[in-house]
């Protein structure tokens, strides 16, 4: 069993950086989603209600990104320090963006002047989103390398392909954002959001199929990948199914079960993270480093496995269970969509 | 211009890092103290230690909001701008890092929401458990993140290979080097000593004005308790750490004390310009033998000075060393200031001497200050090296462009700077509405219409940040 897990360090280390990635998008995905969607809510009680609803979880959803960055150091270090350097301005103002939107959420409820800090949240949640989908592009278009360090400029990273995945992040997350609200609100807020799924499933649907066709027609790489044989058989049911999921999603948006297009949004973006990672394996640094090549010493990962095997399930424990404190719809004010109630009068003092 | 993208690099982690200890500084000692407070609450059943706890509970979210988003820069930045640096220590401190966000973000993040919105919600005592898991995750990040910069300072249990690559040997020998338990003891009571002269400011001003006297006392007798405890303990930290370095890291011990023959029983200087180019103090103001008595225990203890090491290997001096007389001046004041509040207690004139309030409100910020001189002592005092003595700063940057570095800096600037004011904005309005409750009746009552016993409300707030909505007698008209 042991000599087992020394022998698949890369692979099982590879797995557990996957699940934190994935994680991070899916957990601060529906967050971000809602800061995209903010500005185009009809009233500030929407807003309020909308930012309610994320309050008790951000912060530990943008845990998950810490956690990932430091993970990487400690795992997979040439992917720490060659693709760092390489997304050097996306990165930056994707800190930039979050830092925006971090204290948005602190500032906007001690605020009289809220609309200082709805757009501080939305255009942070929107630059980081367009910044996330840079630094996506640009790894699947690959980096160039010399010497073991990034070897480039640093507009580098700008790419048409980084900028349909930018779009398309926008997008999948405002999704995501309008299937977390649609499942954690009711009343108008809650018909706001439908009227959004509707519309971030199509954009989402599009972009997807720009960034796929793209993606494969620009980079040679991923069309071996994908259209070599025996692969194209095994591969086709993923764009399959992912378009059998956006149909379905959209067919739900105004059902009764209001926690299916939510989870829906989930299953697209796991769908398109297996595209990626199809078109990126076995890259840690794509097409310089494999994960065998990238991995940190076995006494390095074995000193931090232990802690993620025992510390990692607990976490999710712990934040299962702070989900479930806050379950249900949220709520800020009785009598909510009733604009003659205090709320709309007292905006106005 | 030809701009330097190490001293650009450099610049921007010292603004950054800079920015950011001061909202773990305050979070820190302010965590233990919420945590005491609820403790009180829970056990005592006192109203007042209540509205103490939720008062400063207001303050504690949003400066743990600015130590969360300007914490997060660091993670990315040392990639970013430090690739070099990341390579050669990637197997050694990349798992501090990465245990320091699994055991201690995850703890602060996984229960901040309690502390902050579940009270009501949850009993007494369950909160009091929230609040003890948020000040044990500050310190648990303390204690990983000065691991790894220790490490840096004094490092052990790993070995280079040929491309510069580190490789552990003993994880025990990583953590616990030889700095470690010095720097985390007087880094962890900088924190608490900081905490209690703000507690004790911001209740002297309420005494000073007459208002919330009642919660004020509490919180100013608290406060100058813990002051009269912590502050000669942080002396007496300061004074082991201080040995310390001077085993371990002797060039840096040398620019502290200005120091640049090796001497037997060295003199202190109080005060002088340290001239790097003539190798000598110019304007010395010395005291003989002191430093050897602290720094040896003896009259004639040899002391290694500057000129021991090549120019090159020397940090640069007169920061190294005004930094250092920055925070020993300011523990000196603060330690007056505890002393003068324990006298003025014994004479039960502690609440109303006014001038003493001045006194206590001026300190406040104080603590602040020793904190970023310290840090830029040990910090500034460790270069050239970026790992003492093994690796060079300039070998540890990455491959980005100058003018990236610099766009990214000026941005940082900007924008912190626009942090600091709203924060302080906002903090100062908490301040002056102080630690009463905003409605009697039913404290938790924050918006209109909230129904605090209903098992769905999320988003509620501590009580008292400005109902929305509803008047507000100190500012709103």
Not at chain 1, 313 to 327: G, M, S, T
Request: proline fraction near 5%; aromatic fraction near 14%; charge should be neutral.
């Amino acid at each position: 069993m042991t000599a087992f897990i020394t022998e698949n360090y890369p692979v099982l280390f590879a797995a557990v950086a996957a699940f934190c990635v994935v994680v991070y998008v899916l957990a601060d995905g529906f967050d971000i989603g809602v800061g995209i969607l903010f500005l185009l809510a009809p009233r500030e009680q929407n807003r309020d209600l909308m930012m309610a609803s994320i309050e008790p979880v951000w912060d530990a959803n943008e845990t998950w990104l810490v956690m990932g960055g430091t993970l990487l150091l400690a795992t997979f270090p040439p992917a720490y320090y060659v693709l760092l350097p390489a997304f050097y301005l996306p990165i930056m103002f994707m800190l930039f963006a979050l830092i925006a939107r971090g204290i948005a959420f602190e500032f906007r409820l001690q605020s009289q002047r809220e609309w200082i800090w709805n757009r501080a949240f939305a255009a942070g949640s929107v630059l980081a989103a367009l910044c996330q989908g840079f630094v996506l592009g640009g790894l699947v278009n690959g980096v160039p390398m010399r010497d073991g360090m990034f070897a480039g400029g640093s507009f580098e990273f700008f790419s048409l392909l980084g900028l349909f995945c930018g779009i398309g992040l926008v997008c999948g997350y405002a999704l995501l954002g309008a299937g977390w609200l649609i499942w954690k609100t009711d009343g108008a807020t809650q018909a706001f959001a439908r009227r959004m799924a509707k519309r971030a499933v199509i954009a989402t649907a599009v972009m997807m199929v720009l960034v796929s066709v793209w993606s494969a027609w620009s980079v040679p790489e991923v069309a071996a990948r994908w259209f070599a044989w025996p692969n194209i058989a095994y591969l086709t049911p993923v764009p399959v199914v992912t378009a059998a999921v956006l149909l379905r999603l959209w067919q739900r948006v105004w059902s009764g079960h209001e926690l299916e297009p939510f989870v829906l949004g989930l299953v697209v973006f796991l769908l398109g993270f297996l595209g990626i990672v199809v078109s990126l394996w076995p890259y840690i640094v794509p097409r310089h480093v494999t994960i065998w090549d990238g991995a940190a010493d076995p006494q390095t990962l074995a000193f931090i496995g232990t802690g993620v095997a025992i510390i990692i399930p607990i976490v999710l424990a712990y934040q299962a269970n702070a989900y479930w404190v806050f379950r249900g719809k949220t709520k800020v004010l009785d009598g909510y969509g009733d604009a003659s109630q205090t709320g709309e009068e007292s905006k106005r003092m | 211009m030809d701009l330097d993208p190490v001293i650009l690099a450099r610049a921007q982690f010292a603004f950054t890092i800079g920015f950011h200890i001061l909202w773990p500084t305050f979070t820190i000692g302010l965590a233990s103290f919420i945590a005491l407070l609820s403790g009180l609450w829970w056990r005592t059943g006192r109203t007042v230690y209540r509205d103490l706890m939720r008062f400063w509970l207001r303050l504690f979210a949003i400066a743990f909001g600015m130590g969360v988003v300007t914490g997060l820069v660091l993670s990315y930045e040392i990639g970013a701008n430090w690739a070099g640096f990341s390579r050669s220590v990637a197997n050694v401190l990349g798992p501090l890092f990465a245990y320091e966000a699994l055991t201690a973000f995850f703890l602060e993040a996984g229960f901040i929401g309690i502390v902050l919105f579940g009270e009501g919600r949850v009993s007494k005592g369950a909160h009091f458990f929230a609040c003890c898991m948020v000040a044990g995750g500050t310190l648990l990040s303390a204690t990983w993140i000065l691991a790894a910069n220790s490490w840096m300072q004094t490092p052990a249990g790993a070995v280079a290979d040929a491309d510069g690559i580190y490789h552990v040997a003993d994880w025990w020998q990583v953590i616990f080097n030889s700095s470690f338990p010095y720097r985390l003891a007087h880094m962890v009571c900088a924190s608490f000593v900081t905490g209690s002269f703000v507690v004790a400011g911001v209740s002297a001003f309420h005494l000073w004005r007459g208002q919330h006297v009642e919660a004020s006392r509490v919180g100013f007798s608290m406060a100058m308790w813990l002051a009269l405890i912590l502050t000669p303990t942080q002396i007496l930290l300061g004074d082991l750490h201080g040995r310390n370095t001077l085993v371990h890291q002797p060039t840096k011990l040398a620019a502290i004390e200005g120091l640049w023959e090796t001497t037997k029983g060295p003199p202190m200087t109080v005060i002088a310009w340290p001239s790097m180019e003539e190798e000598r103090n110019l304007y010395a103001i010395d005291i003989p033998y002191l430093a050897s008595l602290y720094l040896t225990h003896s009259w004639d203890g040899e002391v290694q000075g500057l000129k021991a090491v090549p120019r090159e290997d020397r940090p640069y001096v007169p920061l190294v060393f005004f930094a250092f007389r920055v925070m020993v001046g300011i523990g000196m004041l603060l330690l007056l200031t505890a002393l003068t509040g324990a006298v003025l207690r014994w004479r039960h004139r502690l609440y109303d001497t006014r001038w003493f309030q001045t006194v206590a409100m001026a300190t406040a910020p104080l603590g602040f200050i020793a904190v970023l001189a310290g840090w830029t002592t040990t910090e500034a005092g460790r270069q050239p090296w970026v790992i003492y003595g093994q690796l060079r700063t300039v070998d540890a940057a990455a491959p980005v462009t100058a003018h990236a570095v610099a766009t990214t800096l000026l941005i940082f600037f900007v924008l912190y700077a626009a942090l600091m004011i709203v924060f302080l904005w906002f903090a100062g309005r908490i301040v002056i509405r102080g630690p009463a409750s905003p409605s009697p009746a039913d404290p938790s009552r924050v918006r209109p219409g909230i129904d605090r016993s209903a098992p769905t409300i999320v988003g509620s707030r501590p009580a008292g940040p400005p109902a929305k909505g509803q008047p507000r007698p100190a500012l709103g008209e």
